[in-house]
């Protein structure tokens, strides 16, 4: 529970330190489950707060075709290792609430309803653009399962002419 408690002040006190998201997006996402070979489905947003560094908050599920049925709510913070490349590559790591619906039926002896969990891990990701796509590979801190995260977040207000963040094209100018 102290890193959980220590992983949520730190993201706390950088998101105040920064004051403000430069840019945001939001997106779908599928993930898989290697050990136990199960697919889920989440929503997540990329909340920027500088060049390399963001806020990802996320929900995600694995129904019941799966032999585990359970949900993760929380939250990873990000570093993007190079910002102005296409594609980068970033770390995380995040608290997360397991919300194990089934439980019940496991043969584990410390199967719970209610578990927090760290998750770390990394990945690849579009820098820029409409449509950035992103590659992860996680781990989470209470049963060692890793899973593969694949999905986009759609930047509304990112479809910038060029292929910078700070390229600017206003129609009403570039028209005379």
Known sequence: MKKITFLLSLIISISAKSQVINEWGVGPEIMYNIPIKGFGIGVRSH?????????SPQISFYPGWNQIVESYWGANINYNLNPSTKWGVFLNAGPYYNHWSNYESSDYSKAQQANFTAEFGGGIVKNFGCIRPFLEYRVNSKWWESNLRLGFNVYFGGCKGGKGRNNHLCPAYTSL
């Open 47 to 55: 909340l920027h707060l500088s060049e390399r560094l963001f806020v």
